[in-house]
C-alpha cells in the first residue's frame, strides 16, 4: 500500500531561522512522483514542487530546496531564512502516475515575528 | 487568469438537506476532483473524472454525488445520507489524470451543517 507520513504536526520557528519539513512515503512502485504544496490561511492549496522517482537531484528555489533521498523514502522541505509569510499549511503527496494523489496529513509551520 | 473558483467560500446546511458546491476551471483541464479536509487529516479523495460524462467514485464517496456534463464544471452533491458532512471541500484539476501533473486547486468550501 501507499503512503505518506509527515510525523510533524507542528513546527514553530522565529524568523530568519531555517526549519525542515519531514516526508516519508512507501510505496513498491519504481515510478512514482513527489510533490509539495503549501496551504495558506486562505485554504487554497498551492504547488511548490514535483519531482519523479528518477530524479535525486535536490532542488533550490530561492529560500525553498528539497532533498530527495530514496535510499530513506524521504522527500524533505526545507525553508531558508523562514518567514512569517511562509506560516502555513504544508502537505507531502505521492502518485504512481495515475489517476490517485495520496496525501499526508500536514504540517503547520507558525513563524512568528 | 486561468485558475478554479468554488462557490460559495461558505455553506450552511440544515439536517437532511442536500447541497450543492460549485466547481468550475478554465485550464482546459480533462481530469477534475473532489477532495475533503477535516481538521489534522490530510485530503480524502470523494470523486474524481478524468473525462466529461465519467467519473469515478475515490476512497469516502458514500454520501456524495457529482456530475460531468460539461468539460469546466464538476459540481459536488453533498446529499443527507453523509452522516458526518462538516468539513472544508476542495476541488482540484490536472491537465491530465496522469498523476505526474501537479493539481491545481480552488479556494474551497467550508460547510457547516447546523
Known amino acids: 500500500a501507499q503512503k505518506v507520513t509527515q510525523a510533524q504536526t507542528e513546527i514553530s520557528v522565529v524568523e530568519k531561522e531555517d526549519v525542515t519539513l519531514d516526508c516519508v512515503y512507501e510505496?513498491?512502485?519504481?515510478?512514482?512522483?513527489l510533490f509539495w504544496y503549501k496551504q495558506p490561511p486562505s485554504g487554497e492549496l498551492v504547488f511548490l514542487i514535483r519531482?519523479?522517482?528518477?530524479?535525486?537531484q535536490n532542488e533550490i528555489s530561492g529560500r525553498y530546496s528539497w532533498n530527495f533521498q530514496k535510499s530513506t523514502s524521504s522527500f524533505n522541505f526545507t525553508i531558508t531564512a523562514s518567514q512569517v509569510v511562509d506560516s502555513a499549511v504544508y502537505f507531502c503527496?505521492?502518485?504512481?502516475?495515475?489517476?490517485?494523489?495520496?496525501f499526508g496529513t500536514g504540517t503547520r509551520l507558525k513563524v512568528l515575528a | 487568469d486561468g485558475g478554479i473558483t468554488q462557490s460559495p467560500k461558505y455553506l450552511f446546511r440544515k439536517e437532511g438537506q442536500n447541497v450543492t458546491l460549485s466547481c468550475e476551471q478554465n485550464?482546459?483541464?480533462?481530469?477534475m476532483y473532489w477532495y475533503r479536509q477535516d481538521p489534522g487529516q490530510g485530503l480524502r479523495l470523494i470523486y474524481y473524472?478524468?473525462?466529461?460524462?465519467?467519473?469515478q467514485k475515490g476512497d469516502i464517496a458514500e454520501g456524495y454525488s457529482v456530475s460531468r456534463e460539461k468539460k469546466e464544471s464538476f459540481p459536488l452533491t453533498v446529499t443527507s445520507a453523509q452522516k458526518n458532512p462538516t468539513a472544508f471541500y476542495l476541488c482540484?484539476?490536472?491537465?491530465?489524470?496522469?498523476?505526474?501533473?501537479?493539481?491545481?486547486f480552488g479556494p474551497g468550501t467550508r460547510l457547516t451543517v447546523l
Open positions: 510505496t513498491r512502485d519504481t515510478t512514482y512522483y
Open positions: 519531482r519523479n522517482s528518477f530524479d535525486e
Open positions: 485550464l482546459n483541464h480533462d481530469a
Open positions: 503527496a505521492l502518485s504512481l502516475g495515475t489517476y490517485k494523489y495520496i
Open positions: 473524472s478524468q473525462i466529461v460524462n465519467d467519473f
Open positions: 482540484a484539476s490536472t491537465e491530465r489524470g496522469l498523476g505526474y501533473n501537479e493539481q491545481f
